[in-house]
C-alpha cells in the first residue's frame, strides 16, 4: 500500500487477513465497495495456514487448524474459491488392552465392517446399534440446523421448530451431554469416543451445567450438514491463499505489515489508525470489521474488555520416516492413522484428566487425537519424502488449560509431549522416536504449541482456539441479528469470537460481510 493509498477512505476496512476476515473482504469487493485488509503480520491466513516448520524438508504443514467441517460450499461457490477437501474413508480407530488383549475400535471402512468392530470389541451389537441411532440423530439436526448458518440468527425456538425433534433438542440443548453418552451407550470407550467432540478446545466435564461442552459438541457435528471432518487438498494454506487471491481480484487492498491499533467511530463513519514500517497513518471507512477476538476489539475501540478467555490444548505437529506398527496387528496402520486415532479417551479417562487439571495438575495420562493428513493427502509433502514413505502425523491434546503452563510454559511443554506420547506409545509395536523424520540439522522434525504459546504467536487470547466459548447458534441478549454486530453501529465482529464462530468455517466473516451490505441498502 503506497503513501497515497493510506490517505484515502474506504467503504470497508477488514481488520486482520485471517481467513473470515479475507472471505469479509472478497465478499464486500464482490458486492463493489472499496475495501482495505490490514494485517499486521507479513503474511495473509491467521491460524490458518501451511508452513514448512522443520528446516530443510519439503513438508508444509496446517500448523494450527487442520482439518475442515464447519465451511459451507455456499461460501466456495459464491467467492469461486478454487479449493478442495478430500474425506477420510476410516472415521475413526481407537486403541485399547482388554483382558490383556490391544484391541481397538475401528470407526469407518462401510457400514458392514464399523458393526463387526463394535461386535469385536464389545461382544454384540448393542453399541453399534446405539451408535447408528445416535449419529442418525445428530445427522437430522446437521440437516436443519448447518443450512442457518449463513441466514440472519433464529431466535431459540424458531430453531427448535425448525429441528422439529423434541428428543433431540433436549439432548443437544437442555441437558449436560454426559446424560445422553451415559444413558445411550454401556461401553467406556465407546462413550469416550463420543464425548470428544465435546471437548476439543473447550475444557469442561462431561456434565458441566454451564453446557459449554454441548454447544461445541454441536458444532463438531452439524459441518456441512452431516458432521463429516474432511482434508484440505494442499493443506490448510490453500483455503486461505485461495481467500487472499479471490479478495484480490474483487478488488480488494491487502496490506501486510500494517497493524490496528486504534477504531474512532461516531456510528455512521469511522477512522482506524494504524502503524506499519512507515509510521502511523489514518484510514477512514464506513464500516470497520474486525477479524481479531473480542478482547482485541475492545482494546482497539477502548470499550470494556470481555470476560478473559482460556484454551486448553495442545497441538504437536510431526514428520514421519514411516508409520509406526500397531500393537493391535489387526489394524492397518495406514488405515487406524487415517482417521482420528484416540488416545486415553475413555469416558472414565476423560473424566480423570479433567479433574485432575482442575485440580491444577497435568493429566496423568493426557487424552489426545492424532491424524496424518498425509496418508489422504499427499501433495503437502515434496515427491522425493512422498517416494521415503514419509508421513505428517497432527496431534491435538486435550484437557490441558492455559493456567497450568503459567508456572514455566518451556518445561510444562516438555513434561507434557512427553507424557502424551508415552500414552500413543503404550498402543505402537515401536516407540514413536525411532520413526520420526529429522531436519537439516539433524532434530527431530517434531514441534509442539501449548495454548500460552498460540496466544503469543497468534494472539488468540488464552490460547483459546475458538477466541472465547462457543455461542448456541440461536439469538441470545444483545446477539443482533447476525451474530456480528458490536456496541457500534458500523464496526461488526467477524472473527472466531461471534455468533456461530470458531473452527474454519468463513461464517462471520460472511455473516458480517452482509451485516454491512444490509446497513447500507444492499
Known sequence: MTAHEAHRSYDAVVVGAGHNGLVAAAYLARAGRSVLVLERLDRTGGAAVSTRPFAGVDAR???????VSLLPK?????????????????SSYTPVERSGRATGLLVGGGDKRTREAFARLTGSDREYEAWQRFYGMTGRVAERVFPTLTEPLPTREELRRRIDDEEAWRTLFEDPIGVAVEYRFADDLVRGVVLTDAL????????????????????HVIGGGTGAWDVPVGGMGALTDALATAAREAGAVIATGHEAVRID???RAAEVTYRSADGEAVVAARHVLVNASPQALAELTGDAPPA??????LKVNMLLKRLPRLRDDSVDPREAFSGTFHIA?????????????????????????????????????????VEQGYQTLTLFGLHTPARLFERDNDSVREELLKSTLAQLDAHLAEPLADCLAVDADGRPCIEAKTPLDLERDLRLPGGNIFHRALAWPHAQE??????????????????AGAVRGGGVSGVPGHNAAMAALEATGE
Open 345 to 385: 479417551e475413555g469416558y472414565e479417562q476423560l473424566a480423570t484428566a479433567h479433574a485432575q487439571a482442575a485440580a491444577g495438575l497435568l493429566p496423568s495420562a493426557p487424552p489426545s487425537e492424532i491424524y496424518c493428513h498425509s496418508l489422504t493427502d499427499p501433495t503437502i509433502l515434496g515427491a522425493d519424502l
Open 308 to 313: 478473559p478467555a482460556e484454551g486448553a490444548q
Open 265 to 267: 467511530t461516531d456510528g
Open 61 to 67: 504443514l496446517s500448523r494450527y487448524s487442520y482439518l
Open 74 to 90: 455456499k461460501i466456495v461457490r459464491d467467492l469461486g474459491l478454487d479449493f478442495r477437501v478430500r474425506a477420510r474413508t476410516i
Open 478 to 495: 444483545d446477539t443482533g441479528r447476525w451474530g456480528v454486530e458490536t456496541a457500534h453501529d458500523n464496526v461488526l465482529l467477524c472473527g
Open 200 to 219: 476439543i478446545g473447550t475444557f469442561a466435564d462431561a456434565h458441566d451445567p454451564s453446557l459449554a461442552q454441548n454447544r461445541c459438541f454441536l458444532y
